[in-house]
């Protein structure tokens, strides 16, 4: 038998069925990451798993013992299952290491001192040993996700569920929590993680689940889920994913906040300096210096532009495309971008992108070159 064994699992809620019709098998040492649009029953499948949720109907089968059974001890179960949430859910009140103390004596039967020796290994394993004796609140969002996973190993766990383990962070701390989640993977701890981070997703995972409707709509290795999806609901999320769409309809709009934004994708994307810098700045030569001011020499309010950055993969490279037909016919068919045959411009295109023309006046494409 599988390490764990999910078959046709359904939850159900007044309303809404997270889980219609859940099936999957996992074996030791395996890392699932479990992606898809929000409301899909991803979180709730973990919660199934160690039962914080009772399933409406099915089984999961952990090491041989059906959690979903009435006379299953949830206790003894719960001790092979660790478990990580967004929120870290550390108790503030008591310090680092007592957090991670706590478990392993009350459930373990430690005594204080070995519950101790261990807390302090493990602190030093998340690369905390020195923040032992602080108290949570005197931490940062990445340290106490540490802490968290600190805590979940200390009861010596087969498998550890993530919910969404970095949602709650800065992006300058996902690093450090996703470095300690690789570390785990390469010792061979079976996990599976709920996330929105697509780096975890393709860079640490043996296996990928996408979920849709309630089910599993595609499994399969992280090369097949993010560059070769087998079903169209899986094609059509990793694209969105991956890609960034602003429009314009009007010319004073928020620049502040779509340039925010911008920046946002290109972090998700873990895209590299050299990138994130080409397309902030084409974005700026398009929209700044020539497709809004041709706007307003026309007194035309709403320019209807629509820009679009999909970022390749791991970030190394990106298109943008901009559509800005509307902004053209209200220019007499005139393009505000036969900029190209300006100096400056071209040494700009020059230096960070290829332009492509589209097929007809208002569509326009540019490959950010990389810096090798």
Same mark, same amino acid.
């Given at each position: 038998?599988?390490?764990?064994?999910?078959?046709?699992?359904?939850?159900?809620?007044?309303? !809404?069925?997270?889980?219609?019709?859940?099936?999957?098998?996992?074996?030791?040492?395996?890392?699932?990451?479990?992606?898809?649009?929000?409301?899909?029953?991803?979180?709730?499948?973990?919660?199934?798993?160690?039962?914080?949720?009772?399933?409406?109907?099915?089984?999961?089968?952990?090491?041989?013992?059906?959690?979903?059974?009435?006379?299953?001890?949830?206790?003894?179960?719960?001790?092979?299952?660790?478990?990580?949430?967004?929120?870290?859910?550390?108790?503030?009140?008591?310090?680092?290491?007592?957090?991670?103390?706590?478990?392993?004596?009350?459930?373990?039967?430690?005594?204080?001192?070995?519950?101790?020796?261990?807390?302090?290994?493990?602190?030093?394993?998340?690369?905390?040993?020195?923040?032992?004796?602080?108290?949570?609140?005197?931490?940062?969002?990445?340290?106490?996700?540490?802490?968290?996973?600190?805590?979940?190993?200390?009861?010596?766990?087969?498998?550890?569920?993530?919910?969404?383990?970095?949602?709650?962070?800065?992006?300058?701390?996902?690093?450090?929590?996703?470095? !300690?989640?690789?570390?785990?993977?390469?010792?061979?701890?079976?996990?599976?993680?709920?996330?929105?981070?697509?780096?975890?997703?393709?860079?640490?995972?043996?296996?990928?689940?996408?979920?849709?409707?309630?089910?599993?709509?595609?499994?399969?290795?992280?090369?097949?889920?993010?560059?070769?999806?087998?079903?169209?609901?899986?094609?059509?999320?990793?694209?969105?994913?991956?890609?960034?769409?602003?429009?314009?309809?009007?010319?004073?709009?928020?620049?502040?906040?779509?340039?925010?934004?911008?920046?946002?994708?290109?972090?998700?994307?873990?895209?590299?300096?050299?990138?994130?810098?080409?397309?902030?700045?084409?974005?700026?030569?398009?929209?700044?210096?020539?497709?809004?001011?041709?706007?307003?020499?026309?007194?035309?309010?709403?320019?209807?532009?629509?820009?679009?950055?999909?970022?390749?993969?791991?970030?190394?490279?990106?298109?943008?495309?901009?559509?800005?037909?509307?902004?053209?016919?209200?220019?007499?068919?005139?393009?505000?971008?036969?900029?190209?045959?300006?100096?400056?411009?071209?040494?700009?295109?020059?230096?960070?992108?290829?332009?492509?023309?589209?097929?007809?006046?208002?569509?326009?494409?540019?490959?950010?070159?990389?810096?090798?």
């Amino acid at each position: 038998m599988s390490f764990i064994e999910i078959k046709h699992i359904r939850k159900e809620y007044p309303g !809404v069925t997270p889980l219609a019709d859940v099936n999957a098998t996992v074996e030791r040492g395996e890392v699932i990451s479990i992606i898809g649009p929000s409301g899909t029953g991803k979180s709730t499948l973990l919660r199934c798993i160690n039962r914080l949720e009772t399933p409406t109907s099915g089984e999961i089968w952990v090491d041989g013992v059906n959690v979903c059974d009435p006379a299953c001890d949830l206790v003894e179960v719960r001790k092979k299952l660790g478990m990580v949430f967004q929120s870290f859910n550390l108790f503030n009140h008591k310090l680092v290491v007592e957090n991670v103390m706590m478990a392993p004596m009350d459930l373990l039967g430690l005594g204080k001192q070995e519950a101790y020796d261990e807390a302090m290994a493990l602190l030093d394993r998340v690369g905390l040993k020195r923040q032992a004796m602080q108290l949570p609140s005197e931490l940062s969002g990445g340290q106490r996700q540490r802490v968290a996973i600190a805590r979940a190993l200390a009861m010596h766990p087969d498998a550890i569920l993530f919910d969404e383990p970095t949602s709650a962070l800065d992006p300058a701390m996902v690093s450090e929590v996703l470095s !300690v989640m690789e570390d785990l993977s390469n010792e061979g701890m079976t996990m599976f993680i709920v996330t929105h981070e697509m780096r975890v997703a393709r860079d640490i995972s043996t296996r990928v689940f996408y979920m849709d409707q309630g089910e599993i709509y595609e499994d399969g290795p992280p090369e097949q889920i993010f560059e070769h999806p087998q079903r169209e609901r899986t094609r059509d999320f990793i694209f969105r994913v991956r890609s960034w769409e602003w429009v314009i309809d009007s010319v004073d709009f928020d620049y502040r906040g779509m340039v925010g934004e911008l920046d946002e994708f290109c972090t998700r994307q873990f895209m590299d300096r050299h990138t994130t810098n080409a397309v902030h700045l084409l974005v700026e030569e398009l929209v700044a210096q020539h497709l809004i001011p041709a706007a307003r020499e026309r007194d035309v309010e709403d320019p209807s532009i629509t820009l679009v950055v999909s970022a390749g993969e791991q970030g190394r490279d990106a298109v943008l495309r901009a559509d800005y037909r509307n902004l053209v016919a209200a220019c007499g068919g005139s393009d505000p971008l036969s900029f190209v045959e300006n100096d400056l411009s071209k040494t700009i295109l020059a230096g960070v992108a290829d332009m492509e023309r589209g097929n007809e006046a208002g569509l326009a494409s540019f490959r950010v070159k990389t810096s090798g």
